[in-house]
């Protein structure tokens, strides 16, 4: 593609500071749980599980889903290849398209190997428009977790989890950074919220989804107290925030993206 993606200027406010605190938080639950002779058994029976765990995982992916590779999707293999360039990634990850009804994707790490699983439900969803874009949105968003190191300690920052609210601020921000970089990959604005719009009405009606009448309800909801509380407690943000959350960045960092296409301010 050619433009690299600067990480540093990409990420959300907050999202590094929260990664401090939370890998402080880490290290004080850890060295707790070692010097208490019970909690040095509960860490080293933790750590053999997630070591057989997230193999097993990840040999069950690789054994029950579809590897992208040149001949196989090849149109989705060089939109992979064409964001490790931009990202400036050492190496591709293994992409995966695994049957699911679910609207989904995640990266993972394991074994210094990374991963991006793709449901087969999402993809449907994007490419039944003929848009590869969608898909590239979602595509980029999960290999900008890897380019922001996001999965790198993962499992290590959640023993940060007993400070309360902690861990979730920072993944919402997490989120946002990658919700970022998938839009940047795709250089595409409307494709990108239409992607994120999938994930909200699924394969079908996202097609119909009104613009501003959904601009209008996040507007509504988010003046709930239990909306917004909802949100403090989860580790995504709203997904009625993410779509208009780039359409806000792309203004505030001026980004030299195409304006959304015609039409899409009445349907998306």
Known sequence: MGTHIDISRVRYSGERAA?????????????????????????ALFVVFQFFASRVAIGQIRANGIK??????????????????????????????????????????????????????????????GDHAQLGMIIGHEMGHHAANHVRWHQFLI??????????????????????IGLLCTNNLGASQRGLVKLMAGKKLAATVNYEALLRQRDEVMQSWWVRFAEVVATHPHLVRRVFELERYTAEARLSIPPVEEGFNKAV
């Open 19 to 43: 990664s401090g605190v939370l890998l402080a938080a880490a290290v004080i639950a850890l060295v707790l749980l070692i010097i208490s002779v019970v909690g040095a058994i509960y860490v």
């Open 159 to 180: 023993l940060g989890i007993w400070v309360p609210f902690l861990y979730q601020f920072w993944s919402r921000r997490a989120e946002y950074t990658a919700d970022r």
């Open 68 to 129: 992208v590779q040149p001949d196989q999707y090849p149109e989705i293999y060089r939109m992979v290849v064409d964001y490790v360039e931009s990202l400036q990634l050492s190496k591709a990850p293994e992409v995966y398209i695994v049957q699911s009804s679910v609207m989904n994707a995640f990266a993972a790490k394991v074994a210094r190997k990374r991963f991006v699983v793709l449901f087969s439900e999402i993809v449907d969803a994007c490419l039944q428009e």
